[in-house]
């Protein structure tokens, strides 16, 4: 279930269809292959989790991310384990976002199911090294996460910087797959009394609570008082 880019660096890519490797075989309906979903599924959330090898064994890591154009970024503390075992850009990774909408109550056990949005990300990811690249990405990914915040922040310190790695992994070979709408049941049992449907799930925002330190002249920006969640799921 892969989005293959024939041309990666461009604004726009050209999507090539799945590789034979990652093609949707499981339900190939919920495969997607277009650029356009991928993105709004990435742009949708800021948790995602990477998987990768640390001596033969695999590990998991979530994390938070950000896309930035034709790459997903993450990034950690200079002494995370996952940024300094990926960083070298000797080791693929799979980088994956779930966002969980609803969940599907059938007539059967058999066909409950959970309408869901996922992506998967495979590559090597590369370590940001170039100063003014770093500070772009970090400002990217405030921004990625409340818009209007960087600017009322005091700026990064050279150490603050120096402290935080950031990778780049490439939007290359990805996939998109997901499930909506009601459940769907064996034909004869739609005749059955048992009620079915959809429990919508989402993440809402809650009221901004103040640090018990702030100055109590300082009131919340809109910014923050205005914030959503962003990306709707899908009706």
């Known amino acids: ?17 799945p590789t034979p490797f990652t093609r949707v075989k499981r339900l190939p309906d919920r495969g997607h292959y277009d650029r356009a979903s991928l993105d709004a599924i990435l742009d949708a959330g800021f948790i995602c989790h990477v998987g990768y090898l640390v001596d033969g064994r695999p590990v998991v890591t979530p994390t938070s991310y950000w896309r930035d154009g034709n790459h997903v970024y993450f990034h950690g503390s200079s002494a995370s384990r996952m940024l300094r075992t990926l960083g070298a850009g000797a080791l693929e990774c799979c980088l994956t976002v779930t966002h969980t909408d609803g969940l599907v109550l059938a007539r059967s056990a058999f066909h409950h199911s959970i309408n869901y949005r996922s992506a998967m990300l495979f ?18 990914f405030v921004e990625h996460l409340i818009p209007g915040r960087w600017a009322t922040l005091r700026p990064m310190t050279a150490q603050e910087q120096k402290a935080t790695t950031v990778l780049r992994l490439e939007i290359d070979e990805a996939s998109a797959k997901i499930r909506i709408g009601p459940p ?52």
């Open 1 to 17: 279930m892969a989005l293959h880019f024939a041309s990666p660096h461009a604004e726009d890519p050209t999507v090539t269809g």
């Open 123 to 140: 590559g090597t990811a590369r370590r940001v090294d170039d100063d003014a690249e770093l500070a772009h990405a970090l400002e990217r």
């Open 184 to 235: 769907k049941d064996d034909e004869e049992d739609y005749a059955l009394p048992i009620w079915a449907g959809v429990i919508p799930l989402a993440v809402t925002a809650g009221t901004p609570l103040s640090d018990p330190r702030l100055d109590p002249g300082v009131e919340a920006p809109d910014h923050v008082t205005r914030w959503t969640v962003p990306g709707p799921a899908p009706a």
